[in-house]
């Protein structure tokens, strides 16, 4: 590329409004830019693949959801915890009677709720069998990931 054409885009853009223009002429690239420089680009974010379920046993004191009482509850069992960030659903629909309620059986696999996370709704299942002791999560309300969410009696 000739440098008299180079100068002769840069003396145009000097004397116009754009501020960047980029021109090819067979392999040969240009881009020319004028003012302050642009903020670098960050790379977005890179997250982990995301585990299966994540239960545990519940410690002695179990901290409610946001739109739960802020008191601790006492309360020893299995827990069941958001795999992930999203909306807890505990029907399938709003019409829907709830997938299970305080004081049911439950098997394992069960399904138990639904998180609704980027337009894909999830079924969380129990991997324990017993007595769903505690719901923990307000239904419609955003949950974190590893927020708790049921309570499990395996006992029960």
């Known amino acids: 590329m000739d440098i008299r ?68 509850i006492d309360i020893t069992g299995h827990v069941v915890k958001s795999p992930m960030v999203g909306t807890f659903y ?13 004081g049911d059986l439950v098997k394992s696999g069960q399904a138990l709720c639904i998180i609704e996370a980027m337009k894909l709704l999830n079924e969380i299942e129990a991997d324990v069998s017993g007595r769903i002791v505690k719901v923990l999560a307000e239904n419609g309300q955003p949950v974190e990931y590893g927020e708790p969410l049921f309570v499990i009696d395996v006992n029960g």
């Open 5 to 72: 054409k180079i100068q002769r885009l840069v003396e145009i853009l000097q004397d116009s409004d754009v501020t960047e223009f980029e021109f090819s002429e067979g392999e040969q690239r240009i881009r020319i830019c004028r003012g302050t420089p642009a903020a670098p680009m960050q790379a977005a974010p890179v997250y982990a693949p995301m585990p299966g379920p994540v239960q545990g046993v519940v410690p002695a004191a179990v901290q409610p959801a946001a739109g739960v009482a802020s008191a601790s």
């Open 90 to 102: 505990r029907s399938p629909s709003p019409e829907a009677e709830p997938f299970v309620q305080e």
